[in-house]
């Protein structure tokens, strides 16, 4: 950056398949792989096999000190990077993908195909000790974008399937802010959302709509429209 202006982009990580939710706690960037590796295509009616994902870890150095390739993943085997690794349902392929840190240097990872979120308690070096099961919801369809937020110490998800936002207490608790059905969110309402961020007492959610990109029995959404919104949730 010079005088508060881009100059130039450098690729840091390559090797992703889908790069997705970022958090950073002190020097460590944490990144989410939606998709540790493709399972094998399966046949109508054919169970799908679980599908892997889960979070890699970056220092602040390691990004400064030249471009890092991950290893492709392999059962049994995966780059030293790799903190977490997480199992899934599969029923949308998509796995590992909102990341946030809590006031206690917690890590959350939310599972968006199955709307779950996961707690890694970190040592030290930002290295995982354990990961426990944190909050479902049978309201919570889906967990795609997280965030943490000081002011109230609840965690805030986009709910991508199931047009919906929710809060989740340090205690896993779930509460549902809002849901809607299907519409193209030219009123604010939610279509699709997929990341959230705090802006003082405003919870801005980001409207994905891609429907064209999921199962229709596993959606609220039903087709791809203009406009393309952010939503507003007052806190």
Not at 14 to 32: D, M, Q, R
Not at 37 to 54: D, I, Y
Not at 88 to 93: D, E, F, M, T
Not at 166 to 171: F, I, L, P
Request: contains cysteine.
């Amino acid at each position: 950056m010079e005088n508060g202006q881009p100059v130039n982009m450098d690729v840091v990580v390559e090797g992703f398949i889908v790069a997705n939710g970022v958090t950073w706690k002190g020097n460590t960037l944490f990144v989410s792989e939606t998709i540790l590796a493709h399972t094998p295509a399966t046949k109508e009616g054919e169970a799908k096999p679980p599908l892997q994902s889960g979070v890699y870890g970056f220092t602040l150095a390691e990004l400064q000190n030249g471009l890092i390739k991950l290893t492709p993943y392999s059962e049994g085997a995966a780059d030293k990077h790799l903190i977490v690794q997480f199992e899934s349902s599969n029923r949308l392929g998509f796995g590992a993908d909102g990341v946030t840190i809590d006031g206690k240097g917690n890590l959350y990872t939310s599972i968006v195909e199955d709307g779950t979120i996961y707690k890694t308690t970190l040592d030290d070096d930002n290295k995982a000790i354990f990961t426990t099961h944190f909050a479902s919801d049978k309201q919570m369809v889906s967990a795609d974008g997280i965030v943490w937020n000081a002011e109230d110490n609840n965690i805030y998800v986009a709910d991508f399937l199931g047009n919906g936002a929710h809060a989740v207490d340090m205690q896993g608790n779930v509460t549902t802010l809002h849901k809607n059905g299907d519409t193209d969110g030219a009123d604010g309402s939610l279509d699709q959302p997929c990341e959230v961020i705090i802006r003082g007492k405003e919870l801005i959610l980001v409207n994905m709509d891609m429907a064209w990109a999921v199962p229709a029995a596993l959606q609220v959404d039903t087709e791809v429209d203009q406009p393309y919104t952010l939503s507003i949730i007052k806190l």
